[in-house]
């Protein structure tokens, strides 16, 4: 005798897997192949069905069931213990992005449902609600795009969703970003001597001539040790970084303190010839701090014996430096507002970054090839030295078309001139 068909209180009739619950709504269960039975549930059957088709295609796609219940922050907490190969504060940064944003907003999200347009106003609501900065918000996209990709590999979704999304927002102009730009010649000059002649800041000399000069980053530079420079030679050995953040908790420490990193490529680790000024601002340095006794008191992950340190012998902090650039920012500017010149030169807001764009930038305007500039930067993707010179040649061929506008309107004066009876 033939088993009757099942049917809902609409007496419309259910297939196999599919029922009616007695609050009315709808429930459809599987067997996975492993043997988990799953189910889903739904308030019409119209709705239901249209479940089982994206289950049905799930299977023929090879999408695992269980990404149904899996969040974003379940996906973060598998990539965060499976990551390897990260510098340990690069590591620290991406945690902290990804718990202080994504965690508790989408986050929270089933990976599964995930669509771009709702990364798309994530973003939008970093920017808009959370006043951050664009910068941020891409490092907020680097590590939430790593997860995703992850998700993707793991057979949890299709494609990732935080695809291209960045790119487009900035291509929309949602975000306003300033290039970075370098120090102008004249901008460079007014720098450097009046930390020259300045009693007050003669002391930062040295080490922002270096910055100047070298095209170094920061922590390149504050982790130079003596045994790094040949000054005979005129080389600057560079094959260490040092680095200060937030450890979290690493081998039972907590807290913010410095360590020093390798560099993060092969291209980091170079050796950068020493223009004259830099090689006397490292003999500036050492000269000063023989006459007023300062020495290196402080050891590093068995590094010691630093360039540039404070008074008490420890080595220079980046946010110390940023804040002296501040100062001198204000009270060079000062100095030139009093003489009442007409169109002075004065400095604009930089940081320590801006200092290696600014030997960049030097570097493009003297013609020196970019594969020797992205030598000289310890860049590993010579896009990303491309980048640069693209912006400063760009600015430099506004400079010299209006220098050129300049001399056909002369030009053109001098023979309407020369007809006049």
């Not at 202080?100 to 907003?105: A, D, K």
Request: aromatic share 10%.
């Amino acid at each position: 005798m033939a088993q009757a068909k099942r049917k809902d209180k609409s007496r419309i009739v259910l297939r196999t897997g599919e029922g009616q619950r007695p609050n009315g709504t709808y429930e459809y269960r599987w067997t996975e192949r492993g043997g988990t039975r799953r189910r889903v549930y739904a308030k019409t059957l119209e709705e239901l069905r249209e479940k089982e088709k994206q289950i049905q295609k799930d299977k023929c796609d090879g999408i695992k069931a269980e990404a149904r219940y899996l969040t974003v922050n379940d996906v973060f907490d598998t990539w965060r213990q499976l990551k390897r190969g990260l510098k340990d504060n690069t590591f620290q940064n991406y945690q902290y992005m990804y718990n202080m944003f994504v965690r508790p907003n989408l986050g929270k999200q089933r990976v599964s449902s995930l669509k771009k347009s709702e990364v798309k106003r994530f973003y939008n609501m970093l920017a808009d609600e959370r006043s951050l900065q664009a910068s941020t918000i891409d490092s907020v996209h680097t590590v939430l795009h790593q997860v995703l990709d992850m998700a993707v590999d793991d057979a949890y979704i299709r494609v990732n969703p935080s695809n291209n999304v960045l790119k487009e927002l900035k291509q929309s102009h949602i975000f306003k970003t300033e290039k970075r730009r370098g120090l102008t010649k004249a901008e460079q000059e007014l720098l450097l001597s009046f930390l020259q002649r300045n009693h007050t800041y003669s002391h930062w000399y040295p080490i922002i001539a270096v910055m100047v000069g070298s095209g170094l980053r920061v922590g390149e530079v504050t982790g130079l040790r003596w045994c790094d420079i040949d000054l005979e030679e005129g080389i600057i050995d560079v094959n260490h970084t040092l680095v200060y953040y937030d450890h979290r908790v690493t081998e039972g420490k907590k807290g913010c303190y410095f360590n020093i990193n390798t560099p993060k490529t092969k291209a980091g680790a170079r050796q950068v010839p020493m223009l004259d000024f830099v090689r006397k601002a490292f003999i500036m340095e050492r000269e000063y701090q023989e006459a007023l006794d300062i020495r290196c008191t402080i050891t590093i992950d068995g590094y010691s014996d630093f360039i540039f340190v404070n008074r008490y012998g420890h080595t220079q902090h980046q946010a110390t430096l940023n804040k002296a650039i501040r100062r001198i920012i204000r009270d060079c500017n000062d100095e030139v507002l009093l003489k009442e010149e007409k169109n002075p030169v004065l400095l604009p807001h930089f940081s320590c970054h801006s200092l290696r764009h600014t030997f960049t930038t030097r570097m493009c305007e003297a013609g020196v090839n970019v594969k020797v500039i992205q030598d000289a930067l310890g860049h590993a993707d010579i896009s990303t030295t491309l980048n640069i010179y693209a912006d400063v040649t760009k600015e430099l061929k506004k400079d010299e078309f209006a220098d050129l506008d300049l001399f056909f309107k002369n030009k053109q004066t001098a023979e309407n001139r020369s007809e006049t009876p």
